[in-house]
C-alpha cells in the first residue's frame, strides 16, 4: 500500500503540502497542487480516511443502535438509513442491542470511543440521558428534550384503525400488543385508539405484556386463554396480527369473517402473503432519510432543528371487510 510519503516524494513537495491539498485545507498553488495529484493517482493512493479524521477529532462513521435486526421494521430501516448516509460519503456502524440496555450502554460508549460524527438510536429501555455533546438523533422515542427525534404519527394511526373497524361493523375492540416499560411512540397508537373508540361508542380491551420483539405467539396464546371476546383488533404490529390470525385459525376462526384485524408497521409488502394484512403503514424510508438529514445538519451546522412526525397510511388489505 502507498504511502503519503511516497506521495510527497515523486510530487516534489513536503509531507505538510500534501496534507494540504487532501484535506483542502490552507493555501497551496495550482501548480503545486496537480502535481500533488498527479502523484496521488499515478500511485493510487487511498488516504486513510479513519486515521486523518481521528486527528480532527471526529470521523465520517456514524452509529445506528436498533433493538433488533431480526425484525423486519428495524432491518428496513437501518437499510434506508445506510443508503442515506452512503450517498452523503458516511459510513454506518451497526449496533444491534438485542433489547438489552446493558448492550445500547456499552454500545454508546464505544461509539463515542471511536470518535463517530454523531448517533441515531432507538431504544425502547430506560436509556439515561447521555452526558455527551455528539449529535443525536432518536427514532419512535424521546429519550432526551436534548436530542432531535423522528417518528411516525402513531396518535393519527390509533384513530384510523379505531375508525376502520367501526365503520366494518365491529363493537368489541381490541388492542393487543407488546408494553413497554417507559413511554414510547406505542402507547400513542393505542391511547388514540381507546379514545377513538370510546368516542365512538363502542367497547374496547387492551390486553400488553412486556416480552421480546420475537415472542407475539406467546402474549397471543395467553390473551387467548383468557377468553376475552373481541369482533375488531389493532396490533402494536404486523407481526402481532400474524400472530393472532394464526392462532384464532388454529381455534377455526376466520380472518376477516369471524373478526377483523389491523396491524401497525407496514412490513408485510409482498403480495404473495395471504391474506394480505390491512395496516397502518409507517413511512419508514421517509423516517429514515429524515433522521440522516437531520443528523448531518446537526453535524455539519450545530443547528438546533426541530422532532419530525411524519403521517401514516392505512393500507386496507383482505383482514377487514368492506366497508358496510
Same mark, same amino acid.
Given at each position: ?7 510527497? @516524494?515523486?510530487?516534489?513537495?513536503? $509531507? ?10 490552507? =493555501? ?29 477529532? &471526529?470521523?465520517? !462513521?456514524?452509529? $445506528?443502535? #436498533? ?8 432491518? /428496513?430501516?437501518?437499510? !434506508? ?12 456502524? $451497526? ?11 456499552? =454500545? ?15 431504544? =425502547? ?9 455528539? %449529535?443525536?438523533?432518536? #427514532?419512535?422515542?424521546?429519550?432526551? %428534550? ?31 400488543? &407488546?408494553?413497554?416499560?417507559? %413511554? ?22 387492551? =390486553? ?42 388454529? +381455534? ?9 384485524? #389491523? ?9 404473495? !402473503? /395471504? ?5 397502518? +403503514?409507517?413511512?419508514?424510508? /421517509?423516517?429514515? +432519510? @429524515? ?29 377487514? /371487510?368492506?366497508?358496510?
Amino acid at each position: 500500500m502507498q504511502t503519503i510519503k511516497e506521495v510527497a @516524494k515523486m510530487a516534489g513537495v513536503g $509531507l505538510g503540502t500534501v496534507s494540504r491539498v487532501l484535506n483542502d485545507s490552507g =493555501y497551496v498553488k495550482e501548480s503545486t497542487r496537480q502535481k500533488v495529484l498527479a502523484a496521488v493517482e499515478a500511485l493510487h493512493y487511498v488516504p486513510n480516511d479513519v486515521a486523518r479524521n481521528l486527528r480532527h477529532q &471526529s470521523t465520517r !462513521f456514524v452509529g $445506528l443502535i #436498533i433493538p433488533t435486526i431480526w425484525h423486519p421494521f428495524f432491518s /428496513k430501516l437501518a437499510y !434506508f438509513i445506510e443508503q442515506e448516509l452512503y450517498l452523503a460519503d458516511y459510513k454506518m456502524l $451497526l449496533c444491534n442491542s438485542e433489547q438489552a440496555l446493558e448492550k445500547e450502554l456499552r =454500545y454508546f460508549e464505544m461509539l463515542q470511543k471511536s470518535q463517530v460524527a454523531g448517533i441515531i438510536m432507538i431504544s =425502547y429501555n430506560d436509556f439515561p440521558e447521555p452526558q455527551s455533546d455528539l %449529535p443525536i438523533v432518536t #427514532i419512535d422515542r424521546i429519550i432526551s %428534550p436534548r436530542f432531535l427525534h423522528v417518528s411516525a404519527d402513531n396518535s393519527h394511526g390509533g384513530e384510523l384503525a379505531a375508525q376502520a373497524l367501526v365503520q366494518r361493523g365491529c363493537r368489541k375492540l381490541l388492542f393487543l400488543g &407488546s408494553a413497554s416499560p417507559v %413511554p414510547t411512540e406505542v402507547n400513542n397508537r393505542r391511547e388514540a385508539f381507546v379514545r377513538q373508540a370510546r368516542e365512538l361508542g363502542v367497547a374496547c380491551t387492551v =390486553y400488553e405484556e412486556t416480552v421480546l420483539l420475537n415472542q407475539e405467539m406467546t402474549v397471543v396464546q395467553n390473551f387467548l386463554a383468557q377468553d376475552i371476546p373481541f369482533d375488531g383488533a389493532l396490533t402494536s404490529s404486523d407481526l402481532f396480527a400474524a400472530a393472532l390470525i394464526k392462532a384464532m385459525g388454529d +381455534r377455526g376462526r376466520a380472518c376477516p369473517e369471524d373478526f377483523q384485524v #389491523i396491524g401497525f408497521d407496514g412490513i408485510q409488502d409482498n403480495p404473495y !402473503f /395471504k391474506p394480505i394484512l390491512a395496516t397502518i +403503514r409507517q413511512p419508514v424510508e /421517509k423516517m429514515a +432519510r @429524515k433522521s440522516v438529514e437531520m443528523l448531518l445538519d446537526k453535524i455539519n451546522n450545530q443547528a438546533a432543528g426541530e422532532d419530525t412526525i411524519i403521517d401514516i397510511e392505512f393500507f386496507a388489505g383482505e383482514t377487514i /371487510k368492506p366497508i358496510l
